[in-house]
Nanobody
């Protein structure tokens, strides 16, 4: 089982940047596809980005394409989310999540639903002021 701890959230002005980190316990981090999800008040949890076991494959929600970058360092058991050009609508609690095995469902389809990720961190608040 993997335990996940997020950090790096905070308050930033619109147009600013933040970098989230998610540290994982255990020795099999490279066996997990990793995802970043977010949940705003009154809204459902949604995927933001996900990354494959080696980092060679990534998925981004349309709302963050070109602004956010997901990466991972398997030697450090850590996944990152670099967030640039932040907007007030990016305000949410951001969660790191993990699933065993591939990010790829089939063809060009990915595992992007929250119920497909059994392991979750506690979340970190990101607030973007206008």
């Amino acid at each position: 089982q993997v335990q996940l701890v997020e950090s790096g959230g905070g308050l930033v002005q619109a147009g600013g940047s933040l970098r989230l980190s998610c540290a994982s316990s255990g020795r099999t981090f490279s066996s997990y596809a990793m995802g970043w999800f977010r949940q705003a008040p009154g809204k459902e949890r949604e995927i933001v980005a996900a990354i494959s076991l080696t980092g060679g494959g990534t998925y981004y929600a349309d709302s963050v394409k070109g602004r956010f970058t997901i990466s991972r360092d398997n030697a450090k058991n850590t996944v990152y989310l670099e967030m640039n050009s932040l907007k007030p609508e990016d305000t949410a609690v951001y969660y790191c999540a993990a699933k065993v095995g591939s990010l790829f469902l089939s063809g060009n389809r990915y595992y992007t639903a929250s119920h497909e990720y059994p392991y979750w961190g506690q979340g970190t608040q990101v607030t973007v002021s206008s």
